[in-house]
């Protein structure tokens, strides 16, 4: 079965830092891209970064270049999604998704990731 | 960089059609995926490539992109579509991906 499985929800403080993880399971890792996708409360999904783990190469919004860091373990299936300094407007739930080489939609979906930043 | 926008809201009474737009410049030379969400869960992805559907999607949902729109029409409307609805595209102009603002369907 295809699956992107997230880690689970987490609590921090403005100013520090967090690395949420996305394992895959029933595809090649390295032959799709996978993507993060920010939802904060009550509004829309925002693309945020994208990353092909077969070559580590990787896109950033405008909006959130700099502010985060998209990365790749090939060893164990896994993309991370990582802050060195949280901000409050950090608040938000984050999915991970897969996207084909060939077909720009994201077809399958992780569970998401709350993440909550409040001092 | 590139903007896709959609009406905040559409209402339709069952078993009636729903058709939920995506306008963009030129959208017509994009492919256009759309998504629904429900509360509480993640997206699913209901049509690609501007009008195929996906493995399990059912038949009433279908799409359509014509010059700077992008339809989403869902034929047979149950109570079951209520949810929200987002349309999205990969700009090779800027290299990236973009989605619309949403479009929350109310089944009267």
Not at chain 2, 23 to 30: A, D, L, Q, V
Request: hydrophobic content about 35%.
């Amino acid at each position: 079965e295809v699956q992107l499985v997230q880690s689970g929800a987490e609590v921090k403080k403005p100013g520090e830092s967090l690395k949420i993880s996305c394992q895959v399971s029933g595809f090649r890792f390295t032959s799709y891209w996978i993507g993060w996708v920010r939802q904060m409360p009550g509004k829309a999904l925002e693309w945020v970064a994208i990353i092909y783990p077969g070559d580590s190469d990787a896109r950033y919004s405008p909006s959130f270049e700099g502010r985060v860091t998209i990365s790749a373990d090939k060893s164990i299936s896994t993309a991370y999604l990582q802050w060195s300094s949280l901000k409050a407007s950090d608040t938000a739930m984050y999915y991970c998704a897969r996207q084909s080489l060939r077909i720009t939609s994201f077809d399958i979906w992780g569970q998401g990731t709350m993440v909550t930043v409040s001092s | 960089s590139y903007v896709l926008t959609q009406p905040p809201s559409v209402s339709v009474a069952p078993g009636q059609t729903a058709r939920i737009t995506c306008g963009g410049s030129n959208i017509g030379s994009k492919s256009v995926h759309w998504y629904q969400q429900k509360p509480g869960q993640a997206p699913v992805l209901v049509v690609y490539d501007d009008s195929d559907r996906p493995s399990g999607i059912p038949e009433r949902f279908s799409g359509s992109n014509s010059g700077n729109t992008a339809t989403l029409t869902i034929s047979r409307v149950e109570a079951g579509d209520e949810a929200d609805y987002y349309c999205q595209v990969y700009d090779s102009d800027s290299d990236h991906w973009v989605f619309g603002g949403g479009t929350k369907l109310t089944v009267l």
